[in-house]
């Protein structure tokens, strides 16, 4: 599995593209070909939808099903990598970001 790469549709082509998460945080994955076939991704679904109503519920996205999501500072840079099964890493694609020092993006 690819970092954010949630769908395997057009061979992982997309990752984790834009507004992809709406059909798992509402579990109807079914509703767009975006999200793949990925047997896992009706797993995926209800981890995430369970997750984003547990965070709205409580200001705490923290539940039995994920392990536990530290607080983000930026000294770890502690990043739930939301798949199946999701993990914690810390300060995840540090070198994609590095390639962006010194860059002006907004002229």
């Known amino acids: 599995m690819k970092l954010g790469a949630w769908s395997d549709y057009k061979g992982y082509l997309f990752k984790a593209c834009h507004a992809l998460e ?11 070909p975006l999200t ?10 209800a981890i995430m939808s369970r997750t984003w109503a547990t965070f709205a519920r409580k200001g705490d996205p923290n539940h039995p099903e994920i392990p536990n999501w530290p ?8 990043t739930m990598i939301i798949d199946t099964p999701c993990y914690v890493e810390n300060d995840p694609a540090r070198q994609e970001l590095d390639a962006w020092k010194g860059m002006e993006v907004i002229p």
């Open 22 to 32: 709406i059909p798992f945080v509402f579990d109807n994955v079914d509703s767009l």
């Open 36 to 45: 793949g076939s990925r047997p896992d991704r009706y797993e995926l679904a």
């Open 71 to 78: 607080a983000y500072d930026l000294k770890d840079r502690a």
